[in-house]
């Protein structure tokens, strides 16, 4: 049973059982209150018992949460679990309060040992367990509809000394309704709580044994009826027999705002640890400051916010309150007030405010001397020198691989990614796309020093680590294509001690795999890795041979393979015949490759004159060798004649037009400047027969839908104005309606010097350019 109700002024007999809510400010204030009003000899908390020695660190300057503790199983890295607290969580306040008093302080729920071993890898703890919402069944009995408002009008609200009967009298008002909801529900749905509430009753009967009954416990609300139980040792003990157990290690780890409005560890996710925070930090006036802060995000963002607005939605959210018979203005009405008077009625700039302030990007931080496996030791090393500090919002760097320091930056982003530590990710740069810049995109995830932690059975160092790794990947890889995208990795993170175990496993694969679209897959990644080679000072000597082998039976095989290909088959191949015309591109200019091109130039050539081949790939190497400067506009005028003559199936002349128009770059102005191709498209078009016309409607529509605006604009002109449908099919030599007869050389060469101010080669006004 519970301890007898304090009367005013006295505390209750026996131990202290704090029932708080895990993350809660209103809690948070109520213990620190209580702690400093009993002073009891001892302070027990919710927590792994195997956390006590690294209590002590709580109190080091460098400590600034949100921190978690991490358990992870030393055999099985991956299988982890956290206990995360932030400054406004009870335990963290009674451990802080504990410390700064030289209070002893302890963990006593379930050793991590058996929390891991008693569940699944990524499944958690056995804190998680989900089952009934006691805070939801109080809120819906008190008649609210939201457990949160419930909670912030019962506690938060609430001045933790305001009652007569002393700063306990919440946690024994909250253990009466717990001991309620105990004996109406049971367990709740926490089958494992009987397992876990044995283990404190027996830490707490061990502390009372050593300092009596002036000891405090801070736990969830939930377990305070099973801890002031009655039960026996024997009992308590029988529970805990033949339980499963594994080994583990725990350090201290940062967490951050956002990771606490989600589901972890203590099972007690909260939708708004910003604002939580903020509850706990301000001195008064929390409605005042927490306006003030939205205004200054705002501002931040150039909208106009003035005091006035501040002022305005103050009163707002007081009169919210007021009439929605709240005590005080919670978030909800500071919420609605914000919208109405800062935001304009607007919810865009309103989830700015959520995602800013309401649950916050503050990551925390855990000093050098918490306990990490030496990987994480060596990446902490290589941030700080490097100047990459981790964060937890997103943010873009851009990378000068011509300079030292990013160049480095890059190879250890490269390595991480190598070991599945996603702090960056590769982004479309908004400068120049040579070799030589780099875009990332970072965000540091408290999940990630489970990887680290996983990814130290590779190496103590990250270098070391990434190598370990990357060999073995090389040996392990399914696929042709695999061992390929992992050499580009290699020399995109500068492991040239992998690349040789790397080049084998290549070689190898490359040499057994007769798969010509396996090969084909391959070479885009060889033939990038060449030009990295360059920009990185790595050797690329062996890597240039297999490319200009590969790409060399890719010309002979390809051809054959293209002969009877369903649709799908002939898309996928669509989309290799792009990569290996990229990639013949690249080796041309890195290796030595004679006649490279010219037999490349002699397999499209045959793709595009073969009937057997499907109409997305004979239209896609017609368009490939027009670009090129291998085929005239005749000879592309007149295969697509052939493709579009009305003995063609509708189908496979829309792929055609799909293959020739589609995803290549400039296909729309193409026919805006060729009126012969506009031409017999629009013959063609014209001609298709009704019943066939929704059969080839969306091949068409996902090929003109991806222009630009402007130029299915002129498109849609030039049809417009309409043209001489002999001059579409080759019959006469006049120009069509929209364009010159000729080349108006004097109004080509106006735009010369404009293009040189563009390209940085002065202003002179040169005529011959346009020439």
């Known amino acids: 049973m519970t301890p007898p109700a304090p009367g005013p002024g006295r505390a209750p007999e026996g131990p202290l059982l704090l029932g708080v809510r895990h993350h809660g400010p209103g809690s948070a204030r109520a213990v620190l209150a209580v702690l400093e009003s009993v002073r009891p000899r001892a302070v027990l908390v919710e927590g792994p018992p195997e956390g006590d020695a690294l209590l002590a660190l709580a109190a080091d300057e460098g400590m600034r949460p949100p921190v978690a503790l991490l358990a992870h199983a030393v055999d099985d890295p991956g299988h982890a679990a956290f206990w995360p607290m932030a400054e406004f969580s009870p335990e963290w306040v009674a451990i802080r309060w504990a410390l700064a008093h030289g209070t002893p302080v302890r963990f006593i729920d379930l050793p991590a040992a058996h929390s891991l071993a008693m569940t699944e890898r990524g499944e958690g703890a056995p804190e998680d367990d989900r089952g009934i919402d006691p805070i939801g069944i109080l809120a819906r009995t008190a008649g609210y509809d939201d457990p949160e408002r419930w909670w912030e009008d019962v506690v938060e609200h609430r001045s933790a000394d305001g009652s007569p009967a002393g700063p306990w009298a919440p946690f024994a008002a909250l253990a009466e309704a717990m001991t309620a909801l105990r004996e109406a529900y049971g367990d709740g749905g926490h089958p494992r709580d009987a397992v876990r509430e044995a283990c404190m009753r027996l830490r707490l009967r061990s502390a009372r044994k050593e300092y009596g009954d002036d000891v405090a416990v801070v736990c969830g609300a939930w377990h305070v009826p099973a801890l002031a139980a009655r039960t026996t040792v024997a009992a308590d003990k029988a529970l805990l027999k033949g339980m499963p157990k594994v080994r583990t290690e725990l350090t201290w780890?940062?967490?951050?705002?956002?990771?606490?409005?989600?589901?972890?560890?203590?099972?007690?996710?909260?939708?708004?640890?910003?604002?939580?925070?903020?509850?706990?930090?301000?001195?008064?006036?929390?409605?005042?400051?927490?306006?003030?802060?939205?205004?200054?995000?705002?501002?931040?963002?150039?909208?106009?916010?003035?005091?006035?607005?501040?002022?305005?939605?103050?009163?707002?959210?007081?009169?919210?309150?007021?009439?929605?018979?709240?005590?005080?203005?919670?978030?909800?009405?500071?919420?609605?007030?914000?919208?109405?008077?800062?935001?304009?009625?607007?919810?865009?700039?309103?989830?700015?405010?959520r995602d800013r302030l309401v649950v916050g990007e503050t990551l925390g931080e855990v000093p050098d001397t918490a306990p990490a496996v030496p990987l994480q030791r060596d990446l902490t090393g290589q941030q700080r020198t490097l100047r990459l500090r981790p964060d937890a919002q997103e943010r873009e760097l851009e990378l000068d691989l011509r300079k030292d320091t990013d160049a480095a930056r890059s190879r250890l982003l490269h390595r991480l990614r190598l070991l599945d530590i996603g702090w960056g990710e590769p982004a479309a740069g908004r400068g120049s796309t040579g070799t030589f810049r780099e875009t990332w995109r970072l965000r540091w995830q408290p999940e990630l020093s489970v990887r680290i932690a996983e990814a130290g059975v590779w190496g103590t160092t990250v270098l070391s680590a990434a190598t370990a790794r990357s060999a073995a990947d090389a040996v392990a890889a399914a696929s042709l294509a695999e061992v390929t995208a992992l050499a580009e990795r290699c020399l995109l993170a500068g492991l040239s001690d992998a690349l040789p175990v790397v080049m084998k496993a290549l070689a190898d694969r490359a040499a057994l795999d007769t798969d010509v679209g396996h090969l084909a897959d391959a070479l885009p990644a060889l033939a990038r890795s060449l030009r990295y080679g360059d920009v990185r000072s790595t050797g690329t000597a062996a890597l240039g041979e297999v490319a200009v082998g590969l790409a060399d039976r890719v010309c002979v095989g390809l051809p054959s393979a293209c002969a009877g290909l369903d649709a799908d088959a002939a898309a996928e191949v669509h989309r290799q015949v792009d990569g290996v015309h990229t990639a013949v591109g690249l080796l041309a200019g890195a290796v030595p490759a004679d006649g490279l091109r010219e037999r490349w130039a002699g397999v499209l050539g045959t793709l595009a004159a073969r009937d057997t081949v499907a109409g997305?790939?004979?239209?896609?190497?017609?368009?490939?060798?027009?670009?090129?400067?291998?085929?005239?506009?005749?000879?592309?005028?007149?295969?697509?004649?052939?493709?579009?003559?009305?003995?063609?199936?509708?189908?496979?002349?829309?792929?055609?037009?799909?293959?020739?128009?589609?995803?290549?770059?400039?296909?729309?102005?193409?026919?805006?400047?060729?009126?012969?191709?506009?031409?017999?498209?629009?013959?063609?078009?014209?001609?298709?027969?009704?019943?066939?016309?929704?059969?080839?409607?969306?091949?068409?529509?996902?090929?003109?839908?991806?222009?630009?605006?402007?130029?299915?604009?002129?498109?849609?002109?030039l049809v417009r104005r309409g043209r001489d449908p002999d001059r579409a099919r080759g019959e006469v030599e006049a120009a069509a309606p929209g364009f010159g007869a000729g080349l108006d050389e004097e109004r080509a060469a106006a735009v010369v010097p404009v293009l040189r101010l563009l390209l940085g080669s002065g202003t002179g006004a040169d005529r011959t350019g346009a020439r």
Do not use: N, Q
């Not at 990771?259 to 939580?276: D, M, N, T, V």
């Not at 927490?290 to 006035?308: C, H, I, N, P, Q």
């Open 253 to 353: 780890v940062p967490w951050t705002h956002r990771r606490l409005a989600r589901h972890s560890g203590y099972g007690a996710g909260i939708e708004s640890p910003g604002w939580y925070g903020h509850l706990f930090a301000a001195p008064d006036r929390t409605v005042e400051r927490w306006m003030t802060k939205v205004a200054g995000l705002l501002r931040d963002e150039d909208r106009f916010v003035s005091s006035a607005h501040v002022i305005e939605a103050v009163r707002l959210a007081g009169t919210l309150a007021a009439l929605r018979g709240r005590p005080a203005a919670g978030l909800a009405e500071t919420t609605d007030a914000v919208r109405a008077v800062m935001c304009e009625g607007s919810d865009v700039p309103l989830h700015l405010v």
């Open 616 to 717: 997305v790939i004979r239209g896609r190497a017609t368009r490939l060798l027009l670009d090129e400067g291998r085929l005239a506009g005749d000879g592309a005028a007149r295969l697509m004649g052939l493709a579009l003559s009305p003995g063609t199936p509708p189908a496979e002349a829309a792929a055609w037009i799909e293959g020739f128009f589609g995803g290549a770059a400039g296909g729309g102005m193409l026919l805006v400047h060729d009126e012969r191709l506009l031409g017999l498209v629009d013959a063609w078009l014209t001609g298709v027969p009704a019943g066939t016309f929704t059969d080839v409607l969306p091949l068409l529509r996902r090929t003109f839908s991806a222009y630009e605006p402007g130029t299915r604009r002129a498109l849609g002109e």
